[in-house]
């Protein structure tokens, strides 16, 4: 071999190799990130029992939130144990999930300590004045919010969780309004709300901010109106664990059941590495929109549709499931039923 295509063979070698090393370096500190702790550390938690003497209505509201639950939440233990081993769990392991579900070892979720910083002091009061009051105008700012309510996939880019960003482009934005405005209101005598708000803990609270109307039928086409009243994110919004699931159930005039439709509201990502990768759909229904959705009826059914009910609930899918409605685990009650006449 000669001494210049040696040359031009070891070049090609480097180059390649160092194409190689950048490419896998670069993602590596990105998927370590997500090991990397929302709140302080490097400090002893007391726990939130050592807050609820003085903020007893508070401790008790977060006490029946899902944040209390986070790090024993059923479904985030669903996925951890489905990650393979190699090569997941040998970048992130568990702390991928713990990182924003709350510490391990405290186990009682996101509580007080995990927004507004560890109470590692003697003096209660102290702690106040110099950490509580200098970072409470900061945890009230929506990009607060999203150290733990944005993500995208550290290799694919792809959005894992995008409440964040659909608030910075929606209508409530746009007029002012963060988060903590609608999820943490102030009442008249000046309380903040510290827990409810959540799909999973009461999907009622929903119930007036979906509207379906003009259900109608042309043979053999239904149609009808269906508007995400909420102004601040799309809906369903977090992760791709969530859909929402319509179902249209026709009936004839004697109370007979004529057929069924279903449509889920969801986003899906396949799995890359065990996580959620690459978007390949996603129907949610925007902020204020209002969509219009057709079902045909299937060939063969003669009877014609007297009435018709509209139900709405809440599925979680694991991602790894890639959006399989069939696959979906703990549907929740009914939170929204509509019932409309047909006539002839």
Sequence with gaps: MSRRRLLVLVSAALLLGAGVAAAFVGPVPRMIAFT???WETGVTFKGAESCKPCHERIYHEWKASLSAESTRDPYMHIVLNRQPYVPNMMLLGDGACYSCHGPKTL??????????????RADVMEVHRTKYAVNLKEIRKSEYCATCHEAAHPLTTHTVI?????????????????????????DAQGHVAHGGGSRRVDPSIYRDDVDIRNLRFRGPTVSLDIENKITGHWLPTGGPEPALLMEVVLTAAGGKTIHTFELAFQRKNEPVMAMPGRNVFDNRLKDGETRTVSF?????????P??????LRFLDIDFID????????????VFYEKRFALPE
């Design 306 to 311: 007297a009435s018709a009910l509209v139900t």
């Design 296 to 304: 045909r009826m299937p060939d063969g059914i003669k009877e014609r």
């Design 162 to 186: 995008g409440t964040y960003q659909e608030w910075k482009e929606s209508r409530a934005a746009k007029q002012g309004l963060g988060c903590v405005d609608c999820h943490m209101k102030r």
């Design 107 to 120: 186990n009682e979720g996101v509580s007080c300590e995990v927004c507004h910083g560890a109470s590692d």
């Design 36 to 38: 990397t702790p929302r």
């Design 322 to 333: 890639v959006g399989d409605v069939k696959k979906s685990r703990g549907p929740s009650p």
